[in-house]
């Protein structure tokens, strides 16, 4: 199982990322897709869910209304849009899958599978 993250870069603060998990999951439809961000020193935290089906999301207090998260089952694929970055926003950006038979529940703990990071750095 293979969760590729891409999308990261450096950006300007205001300016925009969007942020793509390619998932190697033969059911990719049977997982709930999650995003986490890791700041060197710090503890990983959550950042956005979605169910499998997608019709349910979720979003940490600090980038509701900026970011959202997507996906497309058919390319076995989680977006992460981000939009009017902060500073406080740069960090390594990581999808992470948990299977579950709910399609509409989203997870943001005991996530069965994780991705390689992506540098996220927001200049100010």
């Known amino acids: 199982v293979q969760l590729q993250a891409s999308g990261g870069g450096l950006v300007q603060a205001g300016g925009s990322l969007r942020l793509s998990c390619a998932a190697s999951l033969r059911t990719f439809s049977s997982y709930a897709m999650t995003w986490f961000r890791q700041v060197t020193g710090k503890e990983r935290e959550f950042v956005a869910a979605v169910s499998r089906n997608g019709s349910s999301t979720y979003y940490a207090d600090s980038v509701k209304g900026r970011f959202t998260i997507s996906r497309d089952n058919a390319k076995n694929t989680v977006y992460l849009q981000m939009n009017s970055l902060k500073p406080e926003d740069t960090a390594v950006y990581y999808c992470?899958?948990?299977?579950?038979?709910?399609?509409?529940?989203?997870?943001?703990?005991?996530?069965?599978?994780w991705g390689e990071g992506t540098q996220v750095t927001v200049s100010s």
């Open positions: 992470a899958a948990k299977f579950t038979y709910s399609p509409g529940n989203y997870y943001f703990n005991n996530m069965s599978y």
